[in-house]
């Protein structure tokens, strides 16, 4: 079946990085993604990543994808206060919708 | 460009009453779509998908239902609301390509109370 899990929530200082870690169980995913939830808002997708990448890097954005242990993991680099909002992990299989996790959100102390 | 439209954006409603929110997108043609549901501090869950004009999945079994009388027109009803259907819905789209990423393109979504 598809699971996908996230820590609740994660509190960083303006400047420092933030890294957002999800489980999944579904080892047939062909695409992992991260969206993006400001509040009241709905969803933006800020990157994902093919399964048959490890990494992949765009600007502030860092994404590790660990297959053998099913850990995805985006890292901000220097994160702002507009950081702050709720991140969704999320994978595609076999179906065309996606399984999201619960979210975590991030907070950034100025 | 493509626009995702979602009205009404809250609605308050008691406990029994009918339920109706509309999702309409512009700018596509022949697009999947979703409607997910966001329960205060959890994540989405996907409510139904539709792949075309009267194709409807449901993937939970509830007191929901969804019906696409358009090609880019999704509507999400319930006959009495419960307490428990109370969270935030998002309407999504996507176009379906072999081989690339799919991005699913989400609406403003619909807070609904129900009290």
């Known amino acids: 079946g598809e699971d996908v899990e996230q820590s609740l929530f994660l509190s960083v200082r303006e400047g420092d990085s933030s890294v957002i870690n999800c489980t999944y169980t579904d080892s047939s995913s062909t695409y992992l993604y991260w969206y993006k939830q400001e509040p009241g808002a709905g969803l933006q997708l800020l990157t994902y990543i093919f399964s048959n990448m490890d990494m992949k890097q765009d600007q502030r954005l860092t994404v590790l994808l660990n297959k053998k242990d099913k850990h995805l993991s985006l890292r901000i680099a220097d994160t702002q206060t507009g950081d702050s909002a709720i991140y969704f992990c999320a994978e595609r299989t076999g179906r065309r919708a996606l399984t999201f996790g619960s979210g975590t959100r991030l907070q950034v102390q100025p | 460009s493509q626009t995702i439209h979602q009205w009404p954006a809250t609605l308050v409603q008691p406990v029994g009453s009918p339920l109706s929110l509309e999702c309409t997108v512009e700018?596509?043609?022949?697009?999947?779509l979703y409607w997910y549901r966001q329960a205060a501090g959890r994540g989405l869950q996907l409510l139904f998908y539709s792949v075309g004009i009267g194709q409807i999945s449901s993937e939970v079994p509830q007191n929901l239902s969804a019906s696409r009388p358009q090609d880019r027109q999704f509507i999400l009803s319930s006959k009495k609301l419960l307490l428990s259907d109370s969270g935030f819905y998002l309407c999504a789209w996507s176009q379906e390509r072999e081989g690339t990423y799919n991005e699913q393109f989400f609406g403003p979504g619909t807070r609904l109370t129900v009290l």
């Open positions: 700018g596509t043609s022949n697009p999947n």
